[in-house]
């Protein structure tokens, strides 16, 4: 089924002046962007929007790694698309990634790595709704 999933190029991305290169790895793999802007998150928001981690031991690293420069999010749309864009990401650490993901490619650590991605279809209904209206989004 056609799907919309939420992707975010973390600073790390932006710092490294990658954004051309992952967006064109989405669009070559059929993933297309309906959605899409630059912001940088405060505290507050990277807390809420990865509230779900709040009990993990890395839950401070990763807001404060999230917080540390502007992200891009795009709502990213294809057929099956929550799962084509995990993986064209590849493994979260990127030491176990595939070769040829972006992560594998691009990442630092399991941390500083590069991207999100949604992982389900309910959670990519909440990602993609707390950074965009509905009028924000151009579905093709
Ligand atoms: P992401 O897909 O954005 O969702 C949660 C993030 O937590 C994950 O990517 C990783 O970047 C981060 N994360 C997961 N495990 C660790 C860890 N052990 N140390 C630091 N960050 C982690």
Redesign the pocket.
């Known amino acids: 089924a056609v799907e919309t999933t939420l992707s975010?190029l973390?600073p790390d991305a932006l710092e490294k002046n990658k954004i051309g290169d992952i967006i064109n790895r989405f669009e070559e793999a059929g993933l297309t962007p309906v959605g899409l802007r630059m912001v940088h998150l405060s505290q507050n928001e990277a807390e809420q929007f990865?509230a779900v981690?709040k009990e993990?031991?890395?839950?401070g690293?990763?807001t404060e790694?999230?917080t540390r420069g502007p992200v891009v999010v795009m709502a990213l749309r294809g057929e099956n698309a929550i799962e084509r864009n995990r993986e064209i990401?590849g493994a979260?650490?990127p030491d176990e990634a595939d070769e040829g993901t972006i992560r594998a490619d691009l990442a630092t650590?399991?941390?500083?790595?590069t991207?999100?991605?949604s992982?389900s279809p309910e959670n990519a209904e909440i990602e993609v709704n707390f950074f965009f209206s509905g009028t924000q989004l151009f579905d093709r």
Request: aromatic share 16%; proline share 4%; no cysteine.
């Open positions: 975010i973390k990865y981690h993990r031991p890395f839950f690293e990763l790694f999230m990401m979260t650490n650590s399991i941390g500083e790595n991207v999100h991605g992982d």
